[in-house]
T-cell receptor, first 113, second 111 residues
Framework: NAGVTQTPKFRVLKTGQSMTLLCAQDMNHEYMYWYRQDPGMGLRLIHYSVGEGTTAKGEVPDGYNVSRLKKQNFLLGLESAAPSQTSVYFC????????????FGDGTRLSIL | AQSVTQLGSHVSVSEGALVLLRCNYSSSVPPYLFWYVQYPNQGLQLLLKYTSAATLVKGINGFEAEFKKSETSFHLTKPSAHMSDAAEYFCAVGGSYIPTFGRGTSLIVHP
């Protein structure tokens, strides 16, 4: 049972480049989330999804887009990367909503030069 | 609305000493509370969760937390720290809204 898998694990981009982070879960969870983690800031919610085909904005959505075409996958896109988006990105999933614990991936470390 | 405050960004203890990590929450509905642990270069793992069944919740690795409604607190404790407990700990509150995380407390364990 793989749980939540994030790809890639590391990436270096130049300012203005685009990329997509992939999150896949094999637990048939309805809810999926994208967070960023920065020193001293804890986890900040970027976008989330309450089911296949749905997405919603979180606390810090600007500069990011998401899609959930399949229940098991949640994609996070950066259309034009900026140095301020240098961070560690975590994907999580939960069986249902806010009353359930979340399962996290191991993160993607992204540097924007 | 909901929020979480973790008191102390760093807590330092000696091996074998009591561990106490503080978490206070606010919530407009009965809360669901969680503690997660994050080891270096890993994602968060669930330590324990409060879902109103019992106020004292036991988790993995000898940790436990007590829900105190009157104090709006959910502090995490462990009677005797081990070197392997050194990690970042996050408190989170859920319920009607997407879970909100505290900023985390780094636990440092000295030999």
């Amino acid at each position: 049972n793989a749980g939540v898998t994030q790809t890639p694990k590391f990436r270096v981009l130049k300012t203005g480049q685009s990329m997509t982070l992939l999150c896949a879960q094999d637990m048939n969870h309805e809810y999926m989330y994208w967070y960023r983690q920065d020193p001293g800031m804890g986890l900040r919610l970027i976008h989330y999804s309450v089911g296949e085909g749905t997405t919603a904005k979180g606390e810090v959505p600007d500069g990011y887009n998401v899609s959930r075409l399949k229940k098991q996958n949640f994609l996070l896109g950066l259309e034009s990367a900026a140095p301020s988006q240098t961070s560690v990105y975590f994907c999580a999933s939960s069986y249902k909503g806010p009353t359930q614990p979340q399962h996290f991936g191991d993160g993607t470390r992204l540097s924007i030069l | 609305a909901q929020s979480v405050t973790q008191l102390g960004s760093h807590v330092s203890v000696s091996e074998g000493a009591l561990v106490l990590l503080r978490c206070n929450y606010s919530s407009s509905v009965p809360p669901y509370l969680f503690w997660y642990v994050q080891y270096p270069n890993q994602g968060l793992q669930l330590l324990l969760k409060y879902t109103s069944a019992a106020t004292l919740v036991k988790g993995i690795n000898g940790f436990e937390a007590e829900f105190k409604k009157s104090e709006t607190s959910f502090h995490l404790t462990k009677p005797s720290a081990h070197m392997s407990d050194a990690a970042e700990y996050f408190c989170a509150v859920g319920g009607s809204y997407i879970p909100t995380f505290g900023r985390g407390t780094s636990l440092i364990v000295h030999p």
